[in-house]
């Protein structure tokens, strides 16, 4: 179903890099916001490709990948309703730096670089605020990456838990037993280490009674407890 204007706006609102945009501004976003749908296991873009639309997830998840040449892939990064990925599409056209899958059926406002940059020559000014909110987004990322190199691979791994438990409570989910949608390897790459490590972390969160493991997913029972293992 078509979203319609209020909607995308709402939507384009709630988006960290446009943060900083008024609602007049949001609404000229929203006018070259166009709405696109993936299949889950389709490929939105390639790593390699050109780079020439930015996109914000409506409804669904995907997840960014890199390949390595002997043919295995890590997961870099996951994102739900409300994320935006490919965002330097918006100022330059360099090529894809990783793979974006869709990991269920997935609804985006796809917003063209060239229809972007057009908005920015008339409206100079969002283009001052954007970089604004760009440079709290690198700041924080900054921050999170020295974080994790004083982290143990329990705390990196408790921390990448915590995240998705947030981002299912943003879409609805419970205040407890929240259920997670991830492989052991999935949560491994997010952390940066290796799956036999994070599997025994995991065991030991089981037997605390902290979460329960299942097939491609677990739930958190208790996510209070959970923040105890991040520091």
């Known amino acids: 179903m078509a979203a319609s204007a209020e909607d995308t706006a709402a939507l384009l609102g709630r988006v960290p890099v446009f943060e900083t945009l008024g609602p007049d501004e949001i609404t000229h976003v929203a006018d070259v916001a166009v709405p696109r749908s993936f299949r889950a296991g389709e490929i939105v873009f390639r790593e390699g490709d050109d780079s020439d639309t930015c996109y914000v997830v409506r409804a669904g998840h995907a997840r960014a990948v890199r390949e390595h040449p002997d043919g295995r892939q890590i997961t870099l990064a996951t994102f739900g309703p409300g994320d935006i990925f490919g965002e330097l599409a918006m100022f330059d056209d360099e090529r894809r730096s990783a793979t974006i899958e869709a990991v269920d059926d997935l609804d985006v406002l796809g917003i063209a670089g060239m229809d972007f940059r057009a908005l920015l020559t008339r409206f100079p000014d969002i283009a001052v605020k954007l970089v604004i909110a760009l440079g709290r987004r690198l700041r924080a990322a900054n921050?999170?990456?020295?974080?994790?190199?004083?982290?143990?691979?329990?705390?990196r791994v408790a921390a990448v838990l915590a995240q998705l438990v947030e981002q299912a409570r943003a879409e609805g989910a419970d205040d407890r037993d929240v259920l997670v949608t991830a492989t052991q390897t999935d949560l491994a790459q997010l952390a940066g280490s290796s799956r036999e490590s994070a599997s025994r972390f995991l065991a030991v969160l089981e037997r605390a009674g902290v979460i329960s493991q299942g097939r491609g997913r677990l739930t958190v029972h208790d996510p209070a407890a959970l923040q105890g293992y991040v520091y």
Do not use: D, K
């Open 143 to 155: 921050e999170r990456l020295a974080r994790q190199s004083f982290q143990t691979v329990q705390s």
